[in-house]
């Protein structure tokens, strides 16, 4: 089993930056993909970025290409989602994932934090 612990959102202006953190313990060395979702109220979740084991694949979704950065550090069991030049739709809770190898869907899911982007 994985658990999932996510840290540093919060309240922050239009073209600023931000940054958070996905603390993961238990079987993490059972996590092939890492990501970070999103969902904003009254809308779907969906997927913002992922990253694989080793950290030499990733896949971001085409509203926050070139925005945001999605990084692992197997060492220390964190997952990091640098975010920058964000813009108010950016603002929802954002979610870290993890799933195994060989599965279809995120096996392990943290409680989320809130990113809010003022105009």
């Known amino acids: 089993q994985v658990q999932l612990v996510e840290s540093g959102g919060g309240l922050v202006q239009a073209g600023g930056s931000l940054r958070l953190s996905c603390q993961a313990s238990g079987r993490t060395f059972s996590t092939s993909f890492m990501a970070w979702f999103r969902q904003a109220p009254g809308k779907e979740r969906t997927l913002v970025a992922a990253?694989?084991?080793?950290?030499?694949?990733?896949t971001y979704a085409d509203s926050v290409k070139g925005r945001f950065t999605i990084s692992r550090d197997n060492a220390k069991n964190t997952v990091s989602l640098e975010m920058n030049s964000l813009k108010p739709e950016d603002t929802a809770v954002y979610y870290c994932?993890?799933?195994?190898?060989?599965?279809?869907?995120?096996?392990?899911w943290g409680q989320g934090t809130q990113v809010t982007v003022s105009s």
């Open positions: 994932a993890g799933k195994r190898a060989g599965t279809a869907g995120y096996n392990y």
């Open positions: 990253i694989n084991w080793s950290g030499d694949s990733t």
